[in-house]
């Protein structure tokens, strides 16, 4: 969901920009504030499928390991309760 409303408000972010250039420092703001928080969201899916977060880094293998179900056991990086 994360992923969905930041991709959502950074398209309707742009299209404001792109009627009034003035307002255009909105996009670089919104990026900025949503960069560390996005990093997160994609480190946390990397544990969520059983590798480390470091893959995060490698952008074509990203992809794929990001459509991968997510595992129910086994996981190193699931907290137990």
Known sequence: ???LVNFVVSIVLGII???????AILSSIWSLVTLLPSVAVGIRRM???GKV???ILA???NIYLAAQ?????????S???
């Not at 179900?69 to 990086?77: A, F, H, K, Q, R």
């Open 17 to 23: 920009a792109g009627i009034v250039p003035v307002l």
């Open 59 to 61: 952008p074509l293998y």
């Open 1 to 3: 969901m994360f992923t």
């Open 69 to 77: 179900p997510t595992l129910n056991e086994g996981n190193p990086y």
């Open 47 to 49: 544990h969520d499928i």
């Open 53 to 55: 977060g470091w893959w």
């Open 79 to 81: 907290q137990k309760a």
